[in-house]
């Protein structure tokens, strides 16, 4: 018996320290180890058209030496200097090779905005670009009107903003709440944002915070009680002085 526990205790040493051995020989995880790289967004416009001239948009969604064909979305989205509460969007097309490519025209002269909004690989970005069409309408930047004309105060130079349309969002389910914020092509870290939200009609507010998910992301959930069109409003601050807020409709089923 005595030989036969010893034969056991043994076994059991040996096997401890094998296990020890392999845990210190064995490979590092992998997924600890690999970095994630960023999607890079190369955005190329004209820098000046003619009015009705069909000008051609084109990005590269590169990642590291990678391509991505993949991307959920690229759109463009365009608006004129001091209007982009009348911003519009236009589809692109997947021409592969990391390249998506759209086309569009201005209909007078004037200074537009062209920032196009890509998702990829749980990443987002939106560059932006101006094109001068024809004489610039004669806008001054600085004295804030085009044709000695008074137009709304746009964001801050540098600022972008970008809420994500929910997905069909109905009455009495969560709705996630996304928001991108960029300042000069970079994505706005550690910003408060809060969603302001109200339907139509009815006098009751309600707000909810966000969360910086990842950067430059801020999410939140919201349910909506009842059908119908609501307003949120995005308000956005950061230490530095930064004020900037937009309002979105959102129709809920």
Known sequence: MKK?????????????AACGTSKENAAPDSSESEEILPISVELTVPENAEVNETIVMETVVTQGEEQVDDANEVVYEIWEEGKKEESYKV???NEGKGLYKAETSFEHDGQF??????TARDMHTMPEKVVTVGNGGNYTVEEGHEHGGDHEHG?????????????APAAGKSTDLVTHLQMNNEPLEKAEVRY???????EKHD???????????????????EAGEYTVKIHVKDD???????????EVK
Request: proline share 1%.
């Open 196 to 202: 302001e939200i109200w339907k139509d009609g009815q």
């Open 113 to 118: 905005h062209i920032q196009v909004h890509v």
């Open 4 to 16: 036969i526990s010893w034969l056991i205790s043994a076994g059991m040493v040996m096997m401890l």
């Open 155 to 167: 964001h801050s130079e540098g600022f972008s903003m970008h809420f994500m349309e929910p997905e």
């Open 91 to 93: 589809e692109t097309s």
């Open 240 to 250: 530095n002085g930064l004020h900037e807020h937009e309002e979105k409709t959102v």
């Open 207 to 225: 707000w909810v915070d966000a969360e910086e998910a990842t950067k430059g992301e801020y999410q939140s959930s919201f349910t909506f009680q």
